[in-house]
């Protein structure tokens, strides 16, 4: 796929976000610097399409606004989906970007928690640290869940859709919650 069809193509996946019930926020661009730096510590190249997307969006998080999903409290217990309110297409690291939107901090979790070494993480669910899609050192797009990795027959963009559209549903579901509770 080639960046312009790359880039095109997350912007179709956006297209049915409504604007009053989610944000779309992303950092500024990084340096080719930060991107060296990444696929020197990781020996992992960050893929061309995903490289020039991130010079114009860089770590872009569509999240559901608190007035239609309303962020939980310390110590709330809930089913797991119902923490799980953003996509984040993670970044490379600049000033602005949050730690959470990291490409690199994310790897490094990998790292940490299940001693993947030879995955780069680009995709993730907001409050969902188990579960990213990436691509492995061998150039293969793989989900890694947990410690389970799975290569994907399927392209990158196609599964950013599917978890946009996952993303609509899962706030269809908290808005019939939420006036559940207002009864």
Not at 140 to 150: H, K, P, R
Request: proline share 5%.
């Amino acid at each position: 796929m080639t960046p312009e069809q790359f880039h095109e193509q997350i912007w179709k996946a956006l297209k049915p976000i409504n604007k009053e019930e989610f944000h779309a926020v992303a950092s500024v661009p990084p340096t080719a610097e930060a991107v060296s730096f990444i696929e020197t510590s990781t020996g992992i190249k960050i893929p061309e399409e995903f490289t020039t997307f991130s010079m114009k969006t860089n770590g872009l998080c569509i999240m559901a606004k608190e007035s239609v999903w309303p962020e939980a409290k310390l110590f709330d217990v809930a089913p797991a989906w119902t923490f799980h309110c953003g996509v984040v297409l993670l970044g490379i690291d600049t000033d602005d970007l949050p730690e959470w939107a990291s490409i690199l901090e994310a790897y490094k979790q990998l790292v940490e928690r299940f001693e993947i070494t030879d995955v780069l993480p680009l995709l993730t669910i907001y409050g969902d640290g188990n579960h990213v899609w990436g691509v492995r050192k061998d150039g293969a797009f793989v989900e890694v869940y947990d410690d389970e990795i799975t290569v994907l027959d399927k392209e990158f963009t196609d599964v950013y859709s599917e978890e946009i559209e996952a993303l609509m549903q899962r706030l269809n579901d908290m808005k019939k919650r939420v006036a559940a509770r207002q009864k």
